[in-house]
């Protein structure tokens, strides 16, 4: 199946420092892809819908200033956490569409601590 | 209200026996897929098995099986003959065909017990 990786798995930063995390589609071209936030035990929530070359679309609640989403190319997503504080520290996880097939293709995630 | 409804926060199953784990959804839209997602402790999502809605037959994949009750719009997880590597977190997903977006329950934590 398809694939999608992240960069970094795991990245621990000091607060008030920004982060970029990298999603990129391996072997398939992603004119969609998606972010979540997921805190231990619970469920994977929507932060925001990455669009190549236009805005992303951010859920309600989110503050776009704070969290920064690139779709610079069709292989390529990146959300970069701005001046990042402890509550920011969560399991990020990217995915992207596939075209023919109805699922998802999920990256392994990103564990953000933030100190 | 809740897209997915997965109401057993924690399971527990004997080593090869079965499992089922419960899923709910809510939905207007004629056309929508069902997924089931496994989340081990290392954090990846890995998909399991999907039903869509106008499939008639329950969709099955090795010892996972679905049992999709549209009337009643369950979609129910079996495991049959559970492993100690089963041992999880298992969300039940939906996409509506009008969007993109997929929806996730708050999960089930399965535990294997030896």
């Known amino acids: 199946g398809a694939v999608v990786s992240q960069h970094p798995s795991r990245v621990i930063c000091k607060s008030g420092t920004s982060v970029k995390i990298e999603c990129r589609s391996l072997d398939f071209q992603a004119t969609t892809m998606f972010w979540y936030r997921q805190f231990p035990k619970q469920s994977l929530m929507l932060m925001a819908t990455?669009?190549?070359?236009?805005?992303?679309?951010?859920e309600q609640g989110v503050e776009k200033d704070k969290f920064l989403i690139n779709h610079a190319s069709l292989t390529l997503s990146t959300l970069t956490v701005t001046s990042a504080h402890p509550e920011d520290s969560s399991f990020y996880i990217c995915s992207a569409p596939a075209d023919t097939a109805y699922e998802q293709y999920f990256g392994p995630g990103t564990r953000l601590t933030v100190t | 209200a809740q897209k997915i409804t997965q109401t057993q926060p924690g399971m527990f199953v004997q080593e090869k026996e079965a499992v089922t784990l419960d899923c709910t959804y809510d939905?207007?839209?004629?056309?929508?897929?069902l997924f089931w997602y496994k989340q081990p402790s290392s954090g990846e999502m890995i998909f399991l098995i999907y039903?869509?809605?106008?499939?008639?037959q329950n969709a099955t994949e090795g010892r996972y099986s679905l049992n999709f009750q549209k009337a009643r719009k369950s979609a129910n997880l079996v495991i049959s003959a559970s492993q100690l590597g089963d041992s999880a977190m298992y969300f039940c997903?939906?996409?509506?065909?009008?969007?993109?977006?997929?929806?996730f329950g708050t999960g089930t934590s399965l535990t294997v017990i030896p």
């Open positions: 990455s669009n190549e070359g236009s805005k992303a679309t951010y």
């Open positions: 939905t207007s839209d004629q056309s929508y897929g």
């Open positions: 997903a939906m996409r509506e065909w009008e969007g993109n977006q997929f929806y």
């Open positions: 039903q869509g809605s106008y499939d008639e």
